[in-house]
């Protein structure tokens, strides 16, 4: 049940060793991995489990949950708005949301939000699964217009893990007139033609893979060590979590019905129903991939290009970095809602963009070395950046000779 299926090009054989090593060592139960290169789907590749207990194979179609890879594709619909003169990234906030211009945030640029600088990691009081309804948004977005940063907006970064989400549905929703859901679907799954859905139609929920949380040996092993190890961005950032005041605890105490303990919560059909912009996106390595590949160029030429390649200036530049972001604990930068990481993760390219999800999801796009990749598991690592990405993404470089 372990075979690797789909195709790759000799010249990324690289790739399927790492990946079918992975499955052969019990490192992955099931996941698929995908690579588009000179307008061509070099990488498609499946294999594993989709779900352990009924013993159903990961096929060609099967999809599932993103988590903060998701928020790749959010930042994908806010770059074709300002591809068409509908978004303007330098604008303050309050242009699309006078609401929001109050308790310190009334300069705030839509750059500056959507980049996580503005201090809105989270919300002081206790929200829950039921506040995310469609018929609670009006009195959700009060609760953010009104929320104060925790430091003065623009002078420091800090990943906003869920509420970049909650101020992104709402920011779209304002400017576009439509939710984020909608828009893809629309300008993006359905032109490329990809298994992807932000709000999955019940019709596909035979599809989706079943998530497998780290073990409790799998979590002690792992984290264990780095929570000793001060050096290490887990091990900071585990301490910081002890920390009952600290910016990591605001950024991901709620909805404790959603957190990182209580992963199963995403195999309901009430999770995966709703546009949760931070976190529950649905898709394959293909999709991402593609949708990554349309946006640089890289994508098979039948596609349409998503934005003009001018409009790549702003994911390709670092519109913000930090040695150790507030949250995180480790080197990265965001460029208008895209992840800017360190070059020796992902790629070398300073240019190189996308977005990590936890688990190990990952959507990437390099631009000077002409690739997209996607990468979608449904067995979880506890690790901040999961050691199965980056030995796919390191595959990748190599087979393009890049280190």
Known sequence: MKDVHGYCDP???????????????????????????????????????????????????????????????????????????????????????????????????????????????????????????????????????????????????????VTFGLYAAELFLRVAGETLGAFFEREVRAPLG?????????????????????????????????????????GKTLRAILKGDSDTVHAFKHPADLGPRTISAFDTRRARALELPWVNAVANARAVATVYGALIGAAPPDLPRLVRPETLAWPMARQSWTERDRVLHKPMGFSVGFVKDEPHLFSPSVEAFGHPGAGGCLGWADPVLGFSMGYVMNRMDPRIRSPRALALARAVRESLGAR
């Open 11 to 161: 010249r990324f054989d690289r790739v399927r060793e790492v990946f079918a090593e992975s499955l052969a060592k019990g490192r992955e139960i099931g996941a698929s991995v995908a690579v588009c290169y000179g307008g061509e789907r070099v990488v498609d590749l499946w294999g594993g489990l989709a779900d352990r207990k009924r013993g159903l194979a990961w096929a060609e179609d099967t999809v599932a949950i993103l988590f903060s890879s998701t928020k790749g594709l959010v930042a994908t619909c806010f770059l074709m708005l300002a591809d068409r003169g509908r978004l303007d990234y330098d604008a303050p906030v309050a242009r699309y949301w006078p609401e929001f211009a109050q308790n310190g945030k009334e300069r705030v640029t839509v750059r500056e939000l959507l980049s996580h600088r503005v201090g809105l990691v989270g919300l002081d009081d206790a929200w829950v699964f039921e506040d995310l309804e469609p018929a609670a948004r009006p009195a959700l977005a009060a609760r953010l217009a009104a929320a104060t940063p925790r430091w003065e907006p623009g002078t420091d970064q800090g990943y906003h893990g």
């Open 194 to 234: 990809v298994d992807a859905w932000l709000g999955l139609p019940e019709a596909v929920e035979p599809r989706v893979a079943r998530l497998y949380p780290a073990g409790t040996w799998d979590r002690v092993s792992k984290l264990g060590p780095m929570l000793l190890r001060r050096k290490t961005a887990e």
